[in-house]
């Protein structure tokens, strides 16, 4: 019934019920019909009774009128037969031998009596009339009985059926074609909004703007949330492939020449130094690659990736690994601050890692010289899983907090990407978490925070960070010790800034 059309489907909605009072309608009517033509015929039967007691009581016994033979001839549609005798039992007027009931004592004595009876093997309707009356000196109670054919009476009823049943067909006819023409009238605003989405161009993803009825406007308004959801998955793509094609340009180019170098060395020994060289390119390279790559995994990724128990401290223990031969290197040391108690979030393990991964190696990327020590700590607050990674670097200006937070954006010149916060503040907002980064104070302290189970968040106050990220939205708050956090607005469970109503 769902791939119906729909115009079908309101008609049947609609009709089904008329129909089924229609047929109870016809069901009554049958009924009321039988009991209608009883209830005639047998009044009919009584007033040809009467008249014939009275002629019998005129004439005594001799003829009936010439009025009674009419209606005798003719009542309700068919002949009346007739039989008069005496009280002695003696034959007086009328057809030679009436019909009997079935039970011969049936309403002996009673003054009207109905029945059914069988007349030249024909189904009659009989009334036997008792009356007091004198003929020829003769006083006693006379007996008249009067009958006629039953099919006269089912002629009446199938007659009387048949009209009421033409009457409901044609009334039912009549709404159907009202029906069918007023459901396709009121389909009219669907069917042209159809033909204008049909008549846009492939690229056109803008809103739709047409006046249309309330029943569909809540359609209308998920058709362009969703084609807003859609332009800006496009956008964000097409930006992630000119930053990429820009940012992979110079270590593609760097991994061109230190080859070129080597491949041009004049001895084996020129050729080793300089791959180590093309090494290194190639490997910035490649780590750019893989975080672009990492970044747009998060924002792609299907909601039913975050569906899995994890162990925040398991993460920190394993990231902390991998970073400790580049902290080594570096001369900083990292450190984790666990609770003994297990922390579990329901979210991508992967997806986790990577963030945290990235926050820490964003501090030692640009820690500067003076980094000795990076922090890592868990802790849980109102069922939010809280992951702090301090440092005692060169710290953050609060009036950079909005490039650092930009895909390829650094504060100063050096090295790595420019992706590590980007990929962090992805797998907040995934996640439904918030990314929250404390400056002015020695060194920088980045807190993630995640739920611990998966539900809606409270909607809180925000506006638009920047145009290139319409479905990223940060409140700045300046607080103590110079705080700003920035709160994620999560794609996942809904969550959308007041001046960006869900439509």
Sequence with gaps: MTSASLRLRLTLIILIPILAIGVAVSIWQVSNARATAADLFDRSLLSAALAISGDVARTNGNAISLETSDILADTSGGPVF???????????????????????????????????????????????Y???????????????????DVAVRSAFVRDLVLRTFTVIAILIGSVALVVWFGVSHGLRPLLDLEDAISRRSSDDLSPIRRAVPPEIRGLVTHLNTLFGQVERAMDAQTTLISNAAHQLRNPIAGVLAMAEAVHSAPTSQAAKERSAGLLSAARRASDLANKLLTLERVRAAPVEAFNTPVEVGTVIREVIETVKSDAEKRNVQVTADLQNNPIVVIADGLMLREAITNLVDNSLQHGGPNLGHVRLSLAQENGVAIITVEDDGNGLRAEDVEIVLARFGQASPGEGSGLGLSIAEAVAERHCGTLELQTERQGLLVRLSLPM??????????????????????????????????????ARCGRQPPDRPRL
């Design 82 to 128: 007739y039989h008069v005798f005496a009280p002695d039992g003696i034959y007086v007027l009328g057809y030679a031998t009436p019909p009997v009931p079935r039970d011969v004592n049936q309403g002996r004595d009673d003054e009207i009596t109905y029945y059914d009876g069988r007349y030249h093997s024909r189904d009659v309707r009989v009334l036997r």
């Design 130 to 148: 008792r009356s007091v009356i004198t003929v020829d000196g003769i006083s006693g109670a006379f007996t008249f009985t009067v009958w006629q």
């Design 453 to 490: 189970v998966a539900k809606k968040r409270r909607k809180t106050e925000h506006r638009t960070r920047q145009k290139s990220a319409p479905n990223r939205v940060s409140l700045h708050q300046p607080g103590r010790g110079g705080r700003l956090e920035h709160s994620i607005w999560c």
